[in-house]
């Protein structure tokens, strides 16, 4: 089975799309870290991310013990957050793919030779699979963008024309 690692950003734009259903009902093993859960603040996003963990479909792995001086590192050598630095820590140890809203970590992810991908190609991914109509996935898009996301607008026009003309 397919394992993926998500970081804030994903979470978020995935909350703001009200996809989340739509990604967790495709049964892949889906983690991230702890440190991760720590940057979703809004009470609402809060309580669905909870309600993912709860259920077994979001597992929140900690950073261990001897692991924080890997973690600052690879934080401090990337120059990302601690948080996204462990999310890109442990796809390296699952051997996962990253899944991440946030181009420097995407970009410092690949030059590490780690599977990485984004909120446009889980979009992709949901309507390719028929998990998400044309309609909705330009509906969910355009909730993401409304929300602040720092998605490419090229690649989202290019999506949201497509999805739009059916």
Not at 62 to 91: N, T
Not at 93 to 108: N, Q, V
Not at 121 to 140: G, M, N, Q, T
Request: hydrophobic residues 50%; negative net charge.
């Amino acid at each position: 089975m397919k394992a993926f690692v998500k970081d804030a950003n994903l979470l978020i734009d995935l909350l703001e799309g009200r996809i989340d259903g739509h990604w967790f009902g495709l049964g892949y093993e889906v983690f991230t870290s702890s440190l991760v859960l720590i940057e979703i603040t809004d009470p609402g996003q809060r309580a669905t991310v909870n309600a993912l963990v709860t259920q077994g479909a979001l597992r929140v792995v900690d950073v261990p013990a001897d692991g924080w001086d890997d973690v600052a590192s690879l934080a401090d050598q990337w120059g990302v957050s601690v948080p996204d630095a462990s999310a890109a820590k442990l796809a390296m140890d699952l051997e996962a793919t990253l899944l991440s809203g946030d181009g420097r970590l995407r970009a410092k992810a690949r030059e590490a030779r780690l599977d990485v991908k984004g909120t446009l190609w889980v979009f992709d991914h949901l309507v390719e699979l028929e998990r998400l109509s044309f309609s909705e996935a330009a509906s969910a898009l355009r909730r993401v963008l409304v929300a602040g996301s720092f998605l490419p607008r090229d690649e989202c026009e290019a999506r949201l024309a497509l999805w739009d003309a059916g």
